[in-house]
């Protein structure tokens, strides 16, 4: 399936961005979908994953910040950020994994699909 990441863009610290993520020709009723973001000369990691079941979790660093959602008919999963801060800045991705919820959900492994990522700079 094809990812299309989208809803980046350039915010002050404290505004807010919600980014999209769709999944080309199907739905994600039968996908855990993550987030993840690559900040230059780091590493990618882990932001946020919902599962199919409705199951969701956060990395410690964007927690009570970031909400991730899925509209009622599957088709697109939500990044909503909030409380930006400068160490948000980085590539955010989307990836989804349509086969059984086994598996370190938290890195890039479990996941068999990515989309293109989309930039979000949080600066003053």
């Known amino acids: 399936v094809q990812l299309q990441a989208s809803g980046g863009g350039l915010v002050q610290p404290g505004d807010s961005l919600r980014l999209s993520c769709a999944p080309s020709g199907r739905t994600f009723s039968t996908y855990a979908v993550g987030w993840f973001r690559q900040a230059p000369g780091k590493e990618r990691e882990f932001v946020a994953v919902?599962?199919?079941?409705?199951?969701?979790h956060y990395a410690n660093s964007v927690k009570d910040r970031f909400t991730i959602s899925r509209d009622n008919a599957n088709k697109a999963v939500y990044l909503q950020m909030n409380s930006l801060k400068p160490e948000d800045t980085a590539v955010y991705y989307c990836?989804?994994?349509?086969?059984?919820?086994?598996?370190?959900?938290?890195?890039?492994?479990?996941?068999?699909?990515w989309g293109q990522g989309t930039q979000v700079t949080v600066s003053s």
């Open positions: 919902s599962s199919r079941s409705g199951y969701t």
């Open positions: 990836a989804a994994r349509n086969r059984a919820w086994t598996g370190s959900w938290w890195e890039l492994g479990f996941y068999d699909y």
